[in-house]
């Protein structure tokens, strides 16, 4: 089969490699859409790859090509997700049903080959389900709006509050509908970014705020009547959104961080003192998984796209490339702010 093939750093390759044989208990899959996620970037374009040559890709859609012996929840022609995870399921946390921190799990797309490929193989317990009324283009957003519900769910959210998303991201915007989903009273997205808040607000966000303006608290506390919100998910993963966070929370209110940083973060005596003086509760969220594996992240993922409630905008998706040009597409990353939205790898094209 063909795939794309990382070799050192710079370099991937669109190559013939062995297409995987199928095992009892696996899934073989044709893969349509992969999409490039931001952890796949320094992967290619730096030195964060495991090992080499390796087959990355993990946020995929595709079609069920064949099926091992003892496999009964697909069959031949399904249409599926990939769930990358692939926890060793005996270790503590495994057993407590906390997959993500798993300290024995392999991945697939990062420490076992992955979906930039024509065909990738599978536990059956990695594959999702999904009906013909979501698109192939949807099924490869799985992974970022499981990731998103995952850590809605990280705080202690119930119905009636306020919410604050800061970042209007894929991950951003998709917190933003699962909070609405949810029952949230009022959502605000904070961003720089004009598109992105006029696409919030598209999606059901009650109000856009570009926290580049400065005058925007006062717009905030004319939101909240001075109080702050409930709730607050920082996605972005940056010094800026995170002292933000800080300000935006409520007397008791809670903040989970989402985002993934990708340089150090800091925050001062200032923002210590908001933690102290208003006791909000502050946590972190790491992956899209509960008990029973893969978790109801995924399955909740498959009927609100399927229902239309969890909403899709082209908009998402910034280009879609052939698995033939993959060194393109990771050559985009290299001007910084080029990529504005999901680039998707097309296997079949």
């Keep these: 089969m063909k795939a794309g093939v990382v070799h050192a750093k710079g370099d991937i390759r669109y190559e013939d490699i062995e297409r995987p044989a199928l095992q009892p208990g696996t899934v073989l899959v044709k893969v349509k859409y992969t999409g490039i996620c931001g952890s796949d970037v320094p992967r290619v374009n730096g030195d964060a ?5 390796n087959v990355l890709g993990h946020e995929f859609s595709g079609t069920v090509e ?38 024995h799990y392999s991945f697939i797309g990062s420490r076992q080959f992955g979906s930039f490929a024509e065909y990738v193989l599978m536990p059956e317990r990695n594959v999702v389900k999904f009906g013909p009324e979501v698109s192939f283009e949807q099924g490869a957003f799985f992974e970022p709006a499981t990731v998103a519900l995952h850590g809605l769910r990280r705080l202690d959210f119930k119905g009636g509050g306020t919410v604050a998303i800061l970042g209007g991201g894929t991950v951003g915007l998709m ?3 699962w909070a609405r989903i949810f029952g949230a009273k009022t959502i605000v997205v904070f961003d720089v970014v004009p598109e992105r808040l006029a696409l919030a607000k598209r999606m059901g966000a009650d109000y856009g705020v570009n926290s580049g303006d400065k ?4 717009e905030v506390d004319a939101i909240t009547g001075g109080r702050g919100f409930d709730y607050v998910y920082e996605t972005a993963g940056n010094t800026i959104t995170l002292k933000l966070a800080f300000r935006l929370a409520a007397n008791k209110g809670q903040v989970c961080c989402i985002g993934t940083p990708t340089r150090e973060l800091t925050f001062g005596v200032d923002e210590w003192e908001q933690m102290n003086r208003k006791e909000f509760r502050l946590t972190g969220s790491w992956m899209s998984y509960s008990a029973p594996f893969p978790g109801d992240e995924w399955s909740l993922t498959a009927h609100y796209f399927g229902t239309g409630a969890l909403k899709f ?8 490339i052939p698995l033939s040009q993959i060194a393109r597409a990771f050559e985009l990353f290299l001007t910084p702010g080029a990529v504005k939205g999901k680039i998707l790898i097309d296997s079949e094209a």
């Design 66 to 103: 064949q099926v091992g012996e003892g496999v009964s929840s697909v069959q031949p022609g399904d249409r599926v997700a990939g769930v990358p995870l692939v926890p060793c399921m005996a270790c503590e946390d495994c057993q407590k049903g906390d997959y993500s921190l798993c300290k």
């Design 49 to 53: 790859c495991h090992f080499y040559p």
């Design 313 to 320: 905008d082209e908009s998402f998706i910034f280009e879609k």
């Design 175 to 177: 917190t933003m509908q």
């Design 215 to 218: 005058d925007f608290l006062t």
